[in-house]
């Protein structure tokens, strides 16, 4: 039986009792996320994200470090990319795994660890909680949403007047037999 909303009155029996069983009926199976793995790699992903911030930062200022200053003088961005991207990362495979179950709180404890390590480099306990709760909101939000900012595949609902749409506007030439 599916678990109960507290909100909602207990559901009895099965509810496909009176419905042809469906595919999506079926258990999920949980399969373990390599947390090591994969926060390694949204690491050096986020890092080079912050090398292009640090190159960028370097250009737009004046200085006499040459390019050197993308390490020299920036290069803290890019460690704080690399520690916000480890940071999410291990955090909702990590959290993933212990639940076994791949849901928008994975996403909403990485993004609070994310959001975390930004207050910790404003040096402010209060934006380090604040934006905590932003980031975990905001991506929480997101993947529950079906982690698309696009929605679902509009194009992929079967409408009437699309199709009429689509057949007016690629009229295909009429052959001798039809104008005959």
């Known amino acids: 039986m599916a678990p109960s909303n507290p909100l909602l009155p207990p559901l009895t029996g099965r509810p496909s009792a009176f419905i042809a ?49 993308v390490v020299t003088r920036t290069g803290g961005t890019i460690g704080f990319f690399a520690a916000m991207g480890f940071a999410f990362s291990f955090t909702q495979s990590f959290v993933a795994n212990t639940r076994e179950t791949d849901d928008a709180l994975n996403g909403a404890a990485g993004g609070c ?7 910790v480099r404003a040096r402010s306990l209060p934006i380090a909680f604040g934006a905590c709760a932003g980031m975990a909101t905001l991506i929480g939000t997101f993947e529950a949403a079906g982690s698309a900012l696009t929605g679902t595949d509009r194009l992929a609902t079967p409408r009437p007047e699309r199709e009429e749409r689509r057949l007016r506007f690629f009229k295909q030439p009429k052959t001798e037999e039809e104008t005959a």
């Open 113 to 119: 660890a994310a959001g975390f390590v930004a207050g």
């Open 21 to 69: 069983n469906s595919p999506l009926e079926q258990a999920h199976l949980y399969h373990q996320h390599p947390t090591i793995q994969v926060a390694a790699r949204v690491t050096l992903q986020s890092a080079g994200v912050g090398l292009l911030v640090s190159a960028v930062q370097n250009a737009l200022d004046k200085h006499d470090r040459g390019a050197m200053g």
